[in-house]
């Protein structure tokens, strides 16, 4: 089993990219795309896995004294967490006026662009 | 093109990439291994620098540069939202009325809102030392604010948030960390390079040199930027109408 989490993230992350081909939804298609980011927490945090080991944080245990887990990935899955979260919110913004101006949040009813 | 035609396409694109994707997988060290050549660096760096957490020093010490780009994006997504948001030329402005809350809740929330508060501000401040930092105090001390709308309205909210001075705010979070960058160009070492400060005693409040200061402003950034998107979208729900 030391491949499961990695082929966990490759079908969150392709579920998510079938939801986002056949959303009839824009507000379903941004949650889509949140699921296949999320894909990628899961494949790296599964990198940095380590068996036995405990947080990168030194403030109650002595270096060297535990395995550690990688902080590298940590590191970058919670950046992109914030940063991701913001970027939905801008997605789910567009989608507000899209509503707003065409009257449809359907991706197939926005067939041409109007003025 | 057609809905079947559509599905047909996807299902051989998703059939390719899985395939690639089980190969990779299959080639990966294997999972919980012993080997993490990157992460063990990084320990050492973070260890060397006296900074506890070493994910806040894999952010603001080691990739301080990359997470400047990352506050650019999150900055530029904020900006995004209050453009897209705003009072359209055929939208008007309704005062919402001021709404009941049931006691339980209203007593809830109005004790549990300092408590969250005083939380966020913790995580932020104690970023460099246990598992915390800008980026989730920042979320929590915005979102503890938002416990005001759920126990008392949205008036009494819109009377704690200045919306203005959350916006400034979030600016001048961005600016500090720029400031901060430049600082060592000033005075000789490179951008963000965290040698101009000295490192202080490990597991203190003042060790890791620039880490602190560049969590405090990320902190502040990641929470104003919070409220002003929240803020964004609530007035869309309460307030405006066509």
Not at chain 1, 35 to 50: E, F
Not at chain 2, 10 to 38: M, N, Q
Not at chain 2, 190 to 199: D, G, I, Q, S
């Amino acid at each position: 089993m030391h491949v499961f989490p990695y082929l966990v993230a490759a079908y969150v992350f392709l579920t998510g990219c079938h939801g986002l081909a056949t959303s009839r939804n824009l507000i379903h298609a941004v949650g889509c795309l949140a699921v296949c980011q999320s894909s990628t927490y899961i494949l790296l945090l599964a990198v940095g896995y380590r068996d036995g080991g405990t947080a990168p944080v030194f403030s109650d245990i002595r270096p060297g004294s535990r395995p550690l887990v990688d902080p590298v990935v940590q590191a970058l899955t919670l950046t992109d967490i914030v940063v991701g979260a913001t970027v939905t919110a801008l997605l789910l913004a567009l989608v507000l006026q899209i509503a707003k101006r065409h009257g449809t949040v359907d991706p197939d009813e926005l067939r041409e662009l109007r003025g | 093109m057609s809905r079947r035609l559509r599905l047909w396409l996807l299902a051989t694109g998703s059939a390719g990439v899985a395939a690639l994707l089980v190969a990779a997988a299959l080639d990966l060290p294997a999972f919980g291994g012993r080997w993490h050549p990157y992460g063990e660096r990084a320990v050492q760096a973070s260890l060397s620098r006296r900074t506890a957490n070493t994910i806040a020093s894999v952010n603001f010490d080691q990739r301080a540069y990359d997470t400047l780009g990352e506050i650019g994006i999150l900055f530029a997504a904020v900006l995004g939202c209050v453009v897209l948001l705003r009072l359209a030329r055929d939208e008007h402005r309704a005062r919402p009325e001021p709404a009941e809350v049931a006691r339980p809740v209203r007593r809830y929330a109005l004790i549990v809102l300092p408590v969250a508060l005083l939380t966020g501000i913790y995580l932020v401040a104690h970023g460099q030392l246990s598992p915390g930092g800008g980026f989730q105090g920042g979320v929590v001390a915005a979102t503890a604010l938002h416990l005001l709308y759920l126990g008392a309205d949205y008036r009494a909210l819109e009377r704690a948030r200045p919306l203005a001075v959350f916006e400034t705010t979030d600016a001048l979070a961005v600016g500090a960390y720029v400031v901060l960058g430049l600082a060592g160009v000033v005075a000789g070492t490179a951008c963000l390079a965290n040698t101009l400060l000295p490192y202080g005693t490990f597991n203190t409040l003042s060790s890791g040199g620039a880490v602190p200061l560049l969590n405090a402003a990320v902190g502040m950034e990641v929470a104003s930027a919070v409220v002003v998107l929240l803020a964004g979208f609530l007035d869309q729900a309460v307030e405006i109408e066509e």
